[in-house]
């Protein structure tokens, strides 16, 4: 059984209710889609997200890639989509259920540190924090639902 084969068989047996996804073509194991809610107690609450995540050909030893397919409010994700982790460190024993993981607490606390790549939204974020939470949170409730 491939790496990949493993990771996916790991995912589906440990994956939260409210994730669902896997690779997005079976002939190519390295390119999935995974749709979940917005984390709890967060300005995402409430909303549904759909990410592409790109698994390098020397998985795990490095990180995989992620894009956003809906547009996200975000200062770490870009207008593309992608999604800046900064200095958040892979490790080779990670998985998939790691990095949704780190996606969800991405969303939750935005790095400002090293790893913005929104630097319109972080900058409003920086001027205005609850002007920001405002906007992020009607947003997800119109564009972002179940």
């Given amino acids: ?7 996916l068989y790991y995912f589906l047996a440990n994956k939260m209710d409210s994730e669902e996804g896997g690779p997005i073509d079976y002939n190519n194991m390295f390119v999935w889609n995974i749709k ?14 759909s ?4 698994f ?12 956003f397919l809906n547009d996200v409010f975000h200062p770490n994700i870009d207008d ?11 490790q080779n024993n990670f998985t998939i259920l790691d990095l949704l ?3 969800y607490y991405l969303l939750k606390y935005p790095n ?8 319109q939204v ?6 205005n924090p609850e002007e920001y939470h405002n906007v992020v949170r009607d947003l997800v409730k119109e564009f972002h639902k179940p």
């Fill in 1 to 7: 059984m491939s790496v990949m084969e493993k990771e």
């Fill in 36 to 49: 979940f809610d917005g984390p709890k107690n967060s300005d995402y609450e409430g909303g549904r997200f």
């Fill in 51 to 54: 990410v592409n995540i790109n």
């Fill in 56 to 67: 390098p050909t020397d998985y795990p030893n490095s990180r995989p890639d992620c894009t």
């Fill in 80 to 90: 593309e989509g992608r999604v800046c982790f900064g200095s958040f460190s892979w």
């Fill in 101 to 103: 993981n780190s996606l």
């Fill in 112 to 119: 400002f540190g090293d790893g913005y790549n929104n630097k």
């Fill in 122 to 127: 972080a900058e409003f974020y920086k001027a």
